[in-house]
């Protein structure tokens, strides 16, 4: 009954599966991007709070 039901809404709707498909491998990479970035803020964070701060104390130093 279930797929029935969703394969009409898909007919109804015009999804294919290669448009779905296509949809969860975009979904997958922008995961993966966003993944990387995150670990990259986590693991070079506070050596770019510290390089701000040094600049930071220079200029007012100055």
Known sequence: MVTILASKIR?????????G??????SLIMCLVVIVI??????LGNQVRNTYCNIQGAVVGA
């Open 21 to 26: 498909q296509a949809l969860i491998e975009y």
């Open 11 to 19: 007919a109804l709707m015009g999804w294919d599966s290669e448009n």
């Open 38 to 43: 995150l670990v990259t803020l986590i693991v």
